[in-house]
Structures are given as structure tokens and as C-alpha cells.
């Protein structure tokens, strides 16, 4: 595995026990990401983005199980770590800010009593360094009178205020990965333009990488270096953002970018992508695409297509990509 690489996961199967069956939720080949990177992780609803996620942070809980795989990070591999090591990486190497934040944060507490929680437990500061501290983090994020929001409730904060204060939270001890999932989704467009704004802004002053789980691909194009499309648990091309938007290889990441509003289309029908997302309980034999993909062979219904090289960091999922790279772009 190369030194370079800050995330590597291999082989990953997440699975769920419910009480009709098992759903196959994850099923990853193989996916990475070089430090410093900003790695954008797109898919419909339920394509296994957030419980990627909860694999790396070790929140796969309850009926959840990681059935297979290895997830590398900075060189350990995340599934072989013991308890108290896990809780030394969470939260202080590899922080996350969840989709919605004012379900996140923890109603009877201040925000005070959050941040300075965490700065205490991996920092080891007395209270009056984790204040500091604390009221140093809100200013990087911008919140307005830090010192005030400290004494304030989640409920006296605005849904734009309190994801800042989840970012402050994330970033207050300075991780070399940041899961981001879905941080625009519950905000207005004009607060979640801030946000993304703070996002980049934050690139240029810290050291890290950061994973964007969104299904928004204006987000991703405005932040991210590469792209990794999934669908239905597996990761199906692996792109550079402006190559992927140019000269998508997989034919779901053509259908996904074709169905994108653009410029100019106004009254025009958008494109869609024929039938509906396969249930992972029973998910289709080979390509889990093949049912709803116009392209479709008699090998992709019984053969696994494995994930291949197509140069620049650049990795596609499907049989056909030398047939159909003409065809469908």
C-alpha cells in the first residue's frame, strides 16, 4: 500500500440483519484516498455512502456487522485496532460532521459543553486551555461573539450556526481526516453556499483530507479533486472531478450526470435513468447495474466486472467501458 495514501479500504463488506433477510449494504473492491485530498463519495439515496462512512469511524453497530475487508488509515488498519485505540483515532485523527446538525448536537448540553469536552479528552488540557481553544475554533469557522455562542443551547443556535459549531467541533483538534456527510443538505441555499465557502476556506489553513458524502454534484464540483461514484453498495468508477464531468466512463455515472439540470434547459425534460435501484437484500448476479442499464450484455448478468485502470488515478467497474466509451459520451 502505497505511503502516500492517508484512507485505503479493500474488500469491504458491511452487512445488516433485519427481520426479513440480510441486506448486503457494502461491497467495496477497493477505494482510496492520497493525503491532502478532497475525495467526493455520489450515489442515489441508499447506495451505501453514510455506512462507508460509519465503517471508518467504527460506528457499525447493533444488527450491522462488518462481514469482510481491511480499512488502512495513515498505515493502521482500522478493523485490527482495539478499543481504546479506535477511541483515540475518533474524534481526534478522523472527525465527522453528520448530515443534519441540530439532531447531532445534544440538546441539554451548551455548545461550550461539547467542544470543550472533546478538546479535553484528546488534547489533555485543563478547562480554561479547552475554553481558549474552544473560542479559537468558533472564530475559524466565523461564528459571531464566540464567547457568547460558548454559554448557548443548540435550539438558541440557526440551523446555518450550529453545523459551524459541528465543523468547530470536528476541526478543534486538528484531524488529518474529515468526514463530511451530507453538510449542505438540511440548510438553505444560501447558508449551505456559506458553508461550502468555510469548506474551502479551511483547505488552505489546516493539513487535511476530506471525504464529501453528498448526492449533489454542483457541491462536488465546486470542492472536490476526485469523484467516486456508487451504486447499490459498490463503488462503480473512481474519477478527477473535471475528467469525470467531462468523460464519465461507467454508463451510471453517464445517466447520473446526464440527469443534471444545465444552463439553458429550462422547459426541457431531464434524463433519467430507466427502472429502480435493486433491493440489497437480493441483489442482481453480476454487474448490480446491469438490470436498469441500456448497455447491458449477457456477461454483466453473471460475472462481477472488477474494477479496472483507465490511467490518472482513473478506475472504472464494467465490462463493456472499451466497447462503449464511444457510444455513450
Keep these: 500500500m502505497s505511503t502516500d495514501y492517508i484512507l485505503n479500504i479493500r474488500g469491504l463488506q458491511v452487512e445488516f440483519n433485519t427481520?426479513?433477510?440480510?441486506?448486503?449494504?457494502?461491497?467495496?473492491?477497493?477505494?482510496?484516498?492520497?493525503?491532502?485530498?478532497?475525495?467526493?463519495?455520489?450515489?442515489?439515496?441508499?447506495?451505501?455512502?453514510?455506512?462507508?462512512?460509519?465503517?471508518?469511524?467504527?460506528?457499525?453497530?447493533?444488527?450491522?456487522?462488518?462481514?469482510?475487508?481491511?480499512?488502512?488509515?495513515?498505515?493502521?488498519?482500522?478493523?485490527?485496532?482495539?478499543?481504546?485505540?479506535?477511541?483515540?483515532?475518533?474524534?481526534?485523527?478522523?472527525?465527522?460532521?453528520?448530515?443534519?446538525?441540530?439532531?447531532?448536537?445534544?440538546?441539554?448540553?451548551?455548545?461550550?459543553?461539547?467542544?470543550?469536552?472533546?478538546?479535553?479528552?484528546?488534547?489533555?488540557?485543563?478547562?480554561?486551555?479547552?475554553?481558549?481553544?474552544?473560542?479559537?475554533?468558533?472564530?475559524?469557522?466565523?461564528?459571531?461573539?464566540?464567547?457568547?455562542?460558548?454559554?448557548?443551547?443548540?435550539?438558541?443556535?440557526?440551523?446555518?450556526?450550529?453545523?459551524?459549531?459541528?465543523?468547530?467541533?470536528?476541526?478543534?483538534?486538528?484531524?488529518?481526516?474529515?468526514?463530511?456527510?451530507?453538510?449542505?443538505?438540511?440548510?438553505?441555499?444560501?447558508?449551505?453556499?456559506?458553508?461550502?465557502?468555510?469548506?474551502?476556506?479551511?483547505?488552505?489553513?489546516?493539513?487535511?483530507?476530506?471525504?464529501l458524502i453528498t448526492h449533489n454534484l454542483g457541491v462536488v464540483a465546486q470542492v472536490c479533486d476526485r469523484v467516486a461514484v456508487m451504486y447499490a453498495g459498490n463503488v462503480v468508477e473512481v474519477a478527477p472531478t473535471s475528467e469525470i464531468f467531462k468523460e464519465p466512463l461507467h454508463p451510471y455515472a453517464h445517466g447520473l450526470l446526464k440527469s443534471v439540470p444545465k444552463p439553458g434547459s429550462k422547459g426541457k425534460k431531464l434524463a433519467m435513468i430507466e427502472g429502480m435501484v435493486p433491493s440489497l437484500l437480493n441483489p442482481p448476479n453480476g454487474c448490480r447495474f446491469h438490470p436498469r442499464c441500456p448497455h447491458a450484455r449477457e456477461i454483466c448478468k453473471t460475472d462481477v466486472p472488477p474494477i479496472n485502470s483507465y490511467g490518472n488515478r482513473r478506475f472504472a467497474a464494467c465490462h463493456l467501458i472499451p466497447e462503449l466509451k464511444k457510444e455513450i459520451i
Design 19 to 211: 427481520y426479513i433477510g440480510t441486506v448486503k449494504a457494502v461491497n467495496i473492491e477497493e477505494l482510496n484516498m492520497t493525503k491532502g485530498e478532497f475525495l467526493g463519495l455520489v450515489g442515489e439515496t441508499g447506495c451505501g455512502k453514510t455506512v462507508t462512512s460509519m465503517a471508518i469511524c467504527g460506528l457499525i453497530t447493533g444488527k450491522g456487522r462488518i462481514k469482510a475487508g481491511e480499512i488502512y488509515f495513515d498505515g493502521k488498519d482500522l478493523l485490527k485496532i482495539t478499543t481504546e485505540q479506535a477511541d483515540q483515532i475518533r474524534g481526534k485523527k478522523i472527525a465527522m460532521i453528520f448530515q443534519d446538525p441540530t439532531s447531532s448536537l445534544n440538546p441539554v448540553f451548551t455548545v461550550g459543553d461539547m467542544i470543550t469536552r472533546i478538546i479535553r479528552k484528546h488534547k489533555k488540557v485543563n478547562r480554561k486551555e479547552a475554553t481558549r481553544l474552544a473560542v479559537e475554533a468558533f472564530r475559524r469557522v466565523n461564528l459571531p461573539t464566540p464567547e457568547q455562542v460558548l454559554n448557548q443551547y443548540p435550539h438558541q443556535l440557526s440551523g446555518g450556526m450550529c453545523q459551524r459549531v459541528m465543523i468547530a467541533m470536528a476541526l478543534s483538534c486538528d484531524p488529518k481526516l474529515l468526514i463530511a456527510d451530507e453538510p449542505t443538505t438540511a440548510l438553505d441555499v444560501t447558508i449551505a453556499a456559506q458553508i461550502l465557502d468555510l469548506i474551502k476556506s479551511i483547505r488552505k489553513e489546516m493539513d487535511l483530507s476530506l471525504l
